[in-house]
Every structure is written in C-alpha cells, then in structure tokens.
C-alpha cells in the first residue's frame, strides 16, 4: 500500500443540470444474507433512482442506497474491465493526536481478511487474536519499563505464532489475483482512505461479495508482522530527503491543524505503541456505508451493476459519524524558514497556505499554478527553466479539503546559492501578481486543460478518480463539473486580485542542504519469529466465493496487419497509422534506430533543441506558439532509438508541423543556450550521484551487466562537454530527418489525408541514409559470485540479486509469464508471502526473471529486497532460500494461471498503444502478438515444467549481489558469505 500525501486528479466534466431519473428495467433488493455468504438468493423487485447531469461526458449517474452508501458509475467500455474505488472519508487528519498512523495502519488490516475471508478456523483464531490485543493495551502501558515491555512483547510474538497457524495469510490478494485484477492497492491521505483494484468485467460479483465481506468487520489478522512492514514503510520514508522536506513545509503552515501536527504514517512513538482497540474503534466509526462512496468506470451495465452492489452492500447498518471540526489558522503575519539536510541534492521550498478546494479560490489557484508552470508556456517554464536560470524549477498544489498548499520549487544551479533561487521563484510570482504575463495565456490554459481531460476519459482509473474526490469533496457532482466551467471564466483581472490578496509575506521556506543529518532516527525492530505461510490452505468462503459462476470472455489479440494501414509516405519512408474514432486529438511520430550508442552527442542534441529557436521565433516563442495551438512536441534520445513526437489537437496538426518541421530544418544555434546546459548536465551527473534509486537501479546494475565501459556511462567527458560548439549540435539535429525512419500517427483525420500533410510538410531527402554504426556494449559473463556494494548514508539497506539467463526467445514467453505471476510479481506471490507476510523483513520485496526488450540480448532474473541494516542477514536468506529452492504452493500455481487467463482474456491494446506494441514487438522479432501464446500455454504448465526451468536457469546459478547502505551499519561478515565482496566507487559507476 502506498502512503503518499496527496493524489491530484484534474476535473473531469462540464456544467449541466441536474436531474432525478431512475432504471428503465426491473430491479432488485438486496438479500438479508448477501453479505454473509456471497450465494444467490430470490431477490424482491425494486428501482433504483440516480442524479446524473446534461452533458456530462463522463454519462455519470450518482446513486444513493438506503443506507446512505454513495455509487457513482460510468460506462466505457474500451476494454471488458472496470476500474473500482472504494473511498472512505477518513484520513489521517482523523487520527487521534495519541495515535497518529492509525487510518494508515489500518488501510494495511483491511487486506487481512475477516471472520470468514482469511482463516481456517474463526473459533480458535479469535481467542488468541483477542489475548494479543488485550497484551497490546498492556504494552503500550509500559512505556517507562523496557524489562515489561520485552517480556509483553515476548507473549505477544508467541501467541501470534498460534494465531497463524489458524489464518490465511494474503487470501484477499489471491482471491484478486485469481479473478484477474490488477492494480490492488489503496493508499491513504488527509481527507481519504481508498481502495482500488481493476478487474475484469465479468468478475463484478466477486469484486462486490469480497468488498462488502471486508467492509463488514476488520480482524486484527497477523498484526505484529504487518506492523513491521510499516516500519519499513517510515524508515524509507526517513531515508527520503523530500518527505522530511514536506513535513517541515506542513509543520509550519500548519501549527494546529492535522495536516501539520500530524503526518499520515505517525510518529515513531505511535507506531512503537499501537492500540488494536483503537484502529476497531475507528473502523467502526467510519467505514460505514453513509461514509463511504464506490466509483466504478469501465464496461458495466447500469442496471445489473447497481443490483449487485446492492444486494452485497445494501444490508449494511448506516450510523452517526464523528464530525470533524477543523482547527482555524492563524494568520501567517511574517516569513517563516526552515532547513532541513540530508545527503540528496539541494532545493528549496516555498509554501503559502490558501481555502480548501471546495471553494472558488481553489479554482482561482488551479488557474494561478497553471500560470506559474503548465510545462510549456509557464512563467517559470520560460523564464527560469527555457532560459536555463535555475536547474529546474516548478509549482504545484496540494489541495485538500480546509486548506490547500501551493508549493513553488526550485533546484540550484552549480555555485547558485538556494537563496538565489528562492528569490527567482518569488520574482516569477511577483510577474503574477503585477500582471505582468501575456493576455492570451489564461485562455491557452482553458484549452489546454480541455484537452487534457479529454484525454484523460480514455481512462478509466481518471474518470473513476474524478467522482471519488467529488464526493471526498463533499459536493454535487453537479458542482463538481461547475469547478471546470468556472476555471474557464476566470479572468486575468481576477487572478491578478486573488494573487495580490493572497500571496504577500504569508509563506513558508524550506531549504534543503546537502549533508549529514544531525537528526537522523529510525524505528527499531522488535525480535519477531516468522509465522506460517500456510500456502496450501484457503477458507470456506474463499471456496464459495471463486465458485461463483462467471461469464468467460474470450481474449482479443491485436492483428497488425489488419489494426495497422502501412502506407508509404514516399519510397522507403513507411507510415503505420491508426484511426482515432473517439476524440480530436491526434499522437504523430518519427522514429529513428539510432541513439546514444551510435553517437552520445544525439542525447545532448535532443535537450538542447528545447532551447532553440528559429529565424522566426525565439525559443520561448515557439513554446507560447504551440501552446496557443494546443499541441506540444519533444525528441528522446535513448541508446538505440530517437522519438520524436508531436501531439495534441488533430484540427492543428498542420500549423504545428509546420513549426515542428522548420526547427528541425533550421534551429538557429544559441552559444549562451549551449554553455548554460553544459553547466547544467554537469550538476545534473553530480545531483545524480547523490540519489540511491539512480545509484542502485542504473549505475550500478549497468556496471554489473555491462562492465565499467556501458551504456550508463557512455556519455562525453566533461573535457568534451566544455568543447562542443552550438553547430555541432544543430548539425545533427538537421541531419536527423535525413536519416532511415518510419511514422507512425494515430488521430481522426483518414489515412489519405495523413499522407496529404505529410508529403506537403514533412520534407526529407530524395533518399534516406543508414544509421551509422552503434557501439556494442558487450554483456559480461557474470561468472563469479560477488558482492558489489555502495556506501550510503541511509537507515535502510537495499538489495539487488542478479542473474544472467539465456539469450532472449519467444519460446520461454509463456513460462517467464507463469513464473512471475506465482514467484514473485505481487502481493500474493510466494517472494511478497514469505519475506514480508511470514517474516516480516521489508516493506518491499519482489523478484521477476526479466525479458530482453532486444533481440541478442539477454534475460535477467533480479530480485530485490528492501530492509532495516540490522535485519540485512535474514533478509538476504531469506530471498537467497527462495531463489535455490522454489516452495511447492499447487493452489499459488492455479490462481497464478488464473490470473493470466483472466488478464489476457480482458486485456485490449487499443488507441495508439498499438503502434507501440507493433514496435515492441518488430523489435524481438516478431510480426504477432505474443500474449496469444502466453494465454495458450500457461493453463496447461504444470508445477514440475516450472520447478525445471526453476533449477535450470535461477537455482545455483552465479549471481551478483549488489547493496546499497551505510558503511555504518552494513554486516560485511554476512555479505562475505554470498561472494567476494568489493566496494564500488561513485566515480566507477558513474564514469565521471
């Protein structure tokens, strides 16, 4: 589960009325026992009323059930799946000040089961469950005595072990996974605790049954491991230098509110200290169906849908719930700075404190934020970003339901002090409020963001998104769309008064340095003994509930040949082109197999051109040029193949060629330009090496598979860096169309006419040349065991097992897929089970055997695991146990095949995604999609055909271990055991 501190999702629709309708076919009442076994029963007639608005273009219709649940459903069926919330309104601001982390921690419980979902046998389980809570309440009483305390906690882990042997650890995960969901996950903020999943839409009985069962009650299921796992999740949240940032922002914007005295994962004390009796009482509080709303997008039928739910959830108790009055604030009368240090690189942070999102000046601060940046024509998009000013710069929102934060950011430049950068962020603010921008910019944003949502309704995790912060919101969803008729009113007048009246001395800074934190703590583990996996065993209700029947939907496989018209646009420049039947925007690109490996200045040449101009327009004008069409372009240069992409609103698509065409044929060379992003690279590779994800993840993985001459590190010196003249760069990016590509354009307008405009605009030689040779970057044998590792100062320890397989073939697609998806692709795989279910040694733990994405290349298997240092040597025996000898799970297998049947046979690749699936696939070899034989072949595997390529190509085989953790804290004695162990350098990964 994620613990993040806000997810922003735009408006979604436009102002119409509301109306009273109801179902135009029969429907029916719920059954007194649906929710407690999920089995048919006669159901009584009954109609269903909704809400829904003119105009909507989500077609959203708001229904009310009797006990006051919220359902917002809306049909669009791109795919058979549907995307699902349950949204509850509580969030940490809820918590008590005694218990912070509360809501959070008990997002983590509701994945445990119930009474039925979850256990082998409720009688037993439940007298031990009930003597664990009872010794936490004694627990968190002795504080002041560490000799209780251990001796408390010694009961408490050996009871839980009783406990275990009665539960069904991650039922509810294989009962997902079994179904075909994806995406199982929930997350808790503020305001909101929300619980997603994607399943297919034949599966909408099952998602309901076992959504209502866990609704229902909240068992208390394998607490003490689950609650390591958080601890792992507020260590990782110490280890990351923004979160500590983000909390000192809130902390001072916010001194007596929750937003600031409390944080969404708690206080180490809290956590240290928990109250079983306390997260029941809050459950019960506040998951009731008056506070909670189900949002569903996807391919449903209205009638059948809202019977379902109904008859799952309808016989649920509505009941008073706490009203929570939110502390009002204090004027901020004077500038309040803070700084927080911590090894990452440098930033600073200034927040203002403005009304809830409810109100009409959040809609006001949209419009301000937009202004400020939108990513192409944005005050600090041009000035301090295109003019190269700052490093990087930006300005975002966290809006929430009392107050929202409007945060301005900027990273320095080498040599540029942080206050320097505060005092440009402000300038660009000052613009705002002198009214010094452009008149038709707030009319480019309207459009632009109309053109965002529109896109946006091509998913339904977007469209879903929107109707549950509607109704976090708690207003109409009438209203809900008024919000984005009003963003298209606002005047510049009025953003000019709303800044001034709100955006003097009223702010908050924080600066971030680079350097030892002085106050670095972390949560210290308690002695916990693994509990039982019980793989093998599943709950009654667990058998009634899969036995329900479904329809079986067939798969639907994409047919290049007849999904894709190849044209030429001119003897040898093909066009592959896709119709766009559903909207007006339009995605056209030119692809290139060249890149970094064939020349490292194509990189460099593809950033500077964003700093270019023409003989016609300056840098900056051409970006207000194309935000005025409503379109945007971008060229990416990665090893082995450029992109350059145009998109936006196909009724354009001409004039924006025309100015796309004219910079690649002619930028206009910028010295200034040139030697400001040299500097700029520099302090990006320095920035870079104080990051572990790019430490870990990319340097020193390509070291290892690549040896210290690889792809990562194929980049000019600095020497060379400092030498290169503005021609050098312009020349290739003129010489670039004059190269072998293809197009590819998916949009409305007919094939003909897309070879129309591109004859007329796309202008290339008579002729295309061959892409010059690329440097091979060899892959190394990874014949010795060793042990690679990087000392960072970090609580945590990360770690990376890696293994060479075979060259890539499509023979072993299907069972790579199966292999995955049983060993180690989820929270019900037997990787996530064991390490974190049983054992309790991460937050994070996985393992997949990875496809080449190339023919000639090879296959890896990498597993990965994240721990506390001290938990280091059972964690790495934990993941090397599993890797030498894969546990047997037969029932793990079968939910395994039925989560690929299940997926594949919902799973559409549609819209543009088939253009990019055509090149995915030209790129291994093949002219078909290979999911066909993955969903062939996989139901019939057996477990003894997946033991074999278990021992062939992963048990024994030589690894390479890669680490990445303090010097401080690291058990080298332990690392020695899994091979030579050899410290690698920043300067031998980074290759500067």
Known sequence: ??????????????????????????????????????????????????????????GVR???????????????????????????????????????????????????????????????????????????????????????????????DSISGVAATYAVPNEYDKVMGAIGAKGSNAHTSNEETVYQEDIPSNQLEKWAAIQAERMREMVPRLFHTELEAVYEEKNRGLDSDFNKEFEALNASLYPTHPYGTQTTIGTIEHLQNPSITEIKKYFGQYYVPNNVALCLSGDLDFDQTIRLIDKYFGVMPSKPVPVFNAPVEQPITAPITKEI???????VMIGYRLPGKASKDAVRLRMLDKILTNGQAGLIDLDLNQQQKVLEAASFTDLNDDYSTHVIYGTPRAGQKLEDVKALLQGE????????????????????EKLTRTKSYESNEARASAMYEAFIERIDWKDYLQQQDDFGKITKAEIVKFANDNYGENFVTVFKRTGVDPNKVKVVKPAITPVPANRDVASAYYKQLTALPSTELEPVFVDYKKDIQETEIKPGLPLYYTHNAENGLFNLSYVFDLGKNNDPRWGLAADYLQYLGTGKYTAAQLQQEFYKLGCSFNVSSGADRIFVTLNGLDSNLEP???????????????????????????KQRQDAKLEKRV???????????????????????????????????????????????????????????????LKAEHKTPAKLTPAPAAKDFAEQPLKDKKVYWVDYNMVQAEILFLTKGDLYSKELAPTLALYNEYFGGGMGSIVFQDLRESKALAYSAYSGYN???????????LSYIGTQSDKLPEAMAGMEALLTEMPVAEANLEIA?????????????????????????????????????????????????????????????????LVIGSKDRLNFKELAKYGQVQQLTLKEIFGY
């Open 1 to 58: 589960m994620k613990n993040n501190f806000l997810l922003l999702f735009p408006a979604l629709a436009v102002l119409g009325l509301t109306t009273q309708c109801q179902s135009s076919k029969p429907a029916v009442a719920a059954s007194a026992a649906a929710s407690a076994a999920p089995a048919a029963a006669p159901l009584a007639a009954k109609e269903y009323r909704y809400e829904s608005v003119p105009g909507d273009p989500l």
């Open 62 to 156: 708001i229904y009310k059930l009797d006990n006051g649940l919220t359902v917002y459903l809306s049909d669009y069926k791109d795919a058979p799946r549907i995307q699902t919330y349950l949204a509850v309104r509580a969030g940490s601001k809820n918590d008590p000040a005694t218990a912070t982390g509360l809501a959070h921690y008990l997002e983590h419980m509701v994945f445990k089961g119930t009474s039925k979902l979850g256990t082998q046998d409720w009688a037993k389980e439940k007298i031990e469950l009930d003597k664990i809570e009872a010794l936490y309440e004694v627990y968190r009483g002795q504080r002041n005595d560490a000799a209780a305390r251990k001796r408390t906690y010694h009961q408490i």
């Open 341 to 347: 240090i911590g090894p990452q690189s440098e930033n």
């Open 429 to 448: 603010l000052a613009k705002v409020k002198a009214g010094n921008f452009p008149d038709w910019l707030i009319p480019a944003i309207i459009n632009n």
């Open 656 to 682: 924006a060629l025309q100015l796309f065409e004219q910079l690649m044929a002619a930028p206009k060379p910028d010295a200034t330009a040139l030697k400001n992003m040299v500097a700029g690279v520099l």
């Open 695 to 757: 430490i870990l993840n990319a340097a020193m993985v390509s070291y290892v598979k690549y040896g210290p001459k690889n792809p990562f590190t194929n980049n000019l010196s600095e020497k060379e860096l400092k030498a290169l003249k503005p021609e050098q760069l312009t020349a290739l990016i003129k010489k670039l169309e004059t190269y072998q590509h293809r197009v590819l354009y998916y949009g409305p307008r007919t094939e003909e006419a897309t070879v129309t405009v």
């Open 851 to 861: 496809s080449a994405d190339k023919l000639g290349r090879s296959n890896y298997n």
């Open 897 to 961: 095949k039925n989560a690929i049947r299940n997926s594949i046979s919902t799973e559409r690749i549609t819209k543009g995604n088939i253009l990019m699936s055509y090149e995915r696939a030209k790129r291994l070899g093949l002219d078909y999609d290979l999911r066909r034989d993955v969903y062939a072949s996989t139901q019939k595997m057996t477990f003894d055909e997946l033991r074999k390529f278990q021992l062939a190509k992963i048990s024994g085989q030589n690894q390479v271990i």
